[in-house]
């Protein structure tokens, strides 16, 4: 088995981590599927930001908030962002 090289352009790795459409679209979609596998009352954000993209789910409403201190329906839902 041949052993893989890799090399690192050192100048491309802050356009790689803040993103193009396709890293967009993968945060953004990993982000709806939580938020919607956690139910109702959560809410999806994402931005970019000095050094890299990211994405959050968050409870919105305190109804939200009571389901994830009883339940963890918002910790549960994380496997949907896989």
Do not use: F, H, Q
Not at 40 to 45: A, L, Q, R, S, V
Not at 60 to 75: G, N, P, V, W
């Amino acid at each position: 088995m041949t052993a893989v090289r890799v090399k690192m352009n050192p100048k491309a790795v802050p356009s790689l981590l803040k993103g193009g459409e396709g890293v967009e679209r993968a945060l953004r979609d990993s982000s709806e599927r939580i938020s919607n596998r956690a139910g109702p009352g959560m809410e999806t954000d994402y931005a970019v930001g000095r050094t890299r993209a990211r994405a959050s789910v968050r409870t919105a409403s305190y109804k939200a908030m009571r389901a994830e201190a009883k339940t963890r329906d918002l910790s549960r839902a994380l496997d949907a962002g896989r």
